[in-house]
C-alpha cells in the first residue's frame, strides 16, 4: 500500500520569506498524481497545486511551487513571499493513476505558522 | 462553485446513540468520501462510494456504515457512538478519477460524552 511521510510536523516562516514543506510517498506504481491541500484554521481544505507523475516540469501556481523528485519519491511544497493568510495545516496526498483507484492517501500533515 | 456541504458544523452525542452525518454536494460527482481527522493522524477515509447504492470500505471502516441513495447525498452512520469516535469528519467529493480535485465539507466536530 502506498504511504505518504510528511516529516516536518510544524514549520515556520517569517512574513515575505520563502518556506519549503517537504513529503515522500512510497510507492511501486510508475504513474500517479499529487496534491498538496491546505487546511486553513476553521475552514474548508483546499487544493494548493497539483503534479501528474508522467510530467517532468514542476507544477507552479502563483506563490506555489513543488520540487517533484520522481526517484527520490518526494514532492515538496515551496511558498514564495509568504503571507499571513498562508498560516495553515498543509497536507500532501497521492493518489495512483491505476483505473478504479478513487481513493487519496494523505501524509499526516505540516501545521505552517507565518510571524509578521 | 463546487460546494459540499455537511448538516451539522458541531454535534455532540451520547453514547450508544445511533447518529446521522450527512453530506450534500451539488456538482454532479460520482465519488463521494467520509474521512476522520485527528490531530498527528492526518485524514483518514472511512468509505466512500463511486455511485448511488454503491460503496466501498476505507482504511477504518469499523463502527461505521453508509448510506448513497442519492447521487448528490452520501450519508455516515455511527450505529452505536462511542467516545472513541470523537473527531472531525469530512465530507469529500470528485468527479471521475485521474487529476481532479477533491472538494470538501466545512467538517462536523462530533463529540461523544
Known amino acids: 500500500a502506498q504511504t505518504v511521510t510528511q516529516s516536518q510536523p510544524e514549520m515556520s516562516v517569517q512574513e515575505a520569506e520563502t518556506v519549503t514543506l517537504s513529503c515522500t510517498y512510497d510507492t511501486s506504481e510508475s504513474d500517479y498524481y499529487l496534491f498538496w491541500y491546505k487546511q486553513p484554521p476553521s475552514r474548508q481544505m483546499i487544493l494548493v497545486i497539483r503534479?501528474?507523475?508522467?510530467?517532468?516540469q514542476n507544477a507552479t501556481e502563483n506563490r506555489f511551487s513543488v520540487n517533484f523528485q520522481k526517484a527520490a519519491k518526494s514532492f515538496s511544497l515551496k511558498i514564495s513571499d509568504s503571507q499571513l493568510g498562508d498560516a495553515a495545516m498543509y497536507f500532501c496526498?497521492?493518489?495512483?493513476?491505476?483505473?478504479?483507484?478513487?481513493?487519496?492517501?494523505f501524509g499526516k500533515g505540516t501545521k505552517l505558522t507565518v510571524n509578521p | 462553485d463546487v460546494k459540499v456541504t455537511q448538516s451539522s458544523r458541531y454535534l455532540v452525542k451520547r453514547t450508544g446513540e445511533k447518529v446521522f452525518l450527512e453530506c450534500v454536494q451539488d456538482?454532479?460527482?460520482?465519488?463521494m468520501f467520509w474521512y476522520r481527522q485527528d490531530p498527528g493522524l492526518g485524514l483518514r477515509l472511512i468509505y466512500f462510494s463511486y455511485d448511488v447504492k454503491m460503496k466501498e470500505k476505507g482504511d477504518i471502516p469499523e463502527g461505521y456504515s453508509v448510506s448513497r441513495e442519492k447521487k448528490e447525498r452520501f450519508s455516515l452512520i455511527l450505529e452505536s457512538a462511542s467516545t472513541n469516535q470523537t473527531s472531525m469528519y469530512l465530507c469529500?467529493?470528485?468527479?471521475?478519477?485521474?487529476?481532479?480535485?477533491?472538494?470538501f465539507g466545512p467538517g462536523t466536530r462530533l463529540t461523544v460524552t
Open positions: 456538482m454532479d460527482h460520482e465519488n
Open positions: 496526498a497521492y493518489r495512483s493513476a491505476q483505473g478504479g483507484s478513487e481513493k487519496l492517501v
Open positions: 503534479q501528474e507523475a508522467y510530467k517532468q
Open positions: 469529500a467529493s470528485r468527479h471521475g478519477v485521474g487529476l481532479y480535485e477533491q472538494y
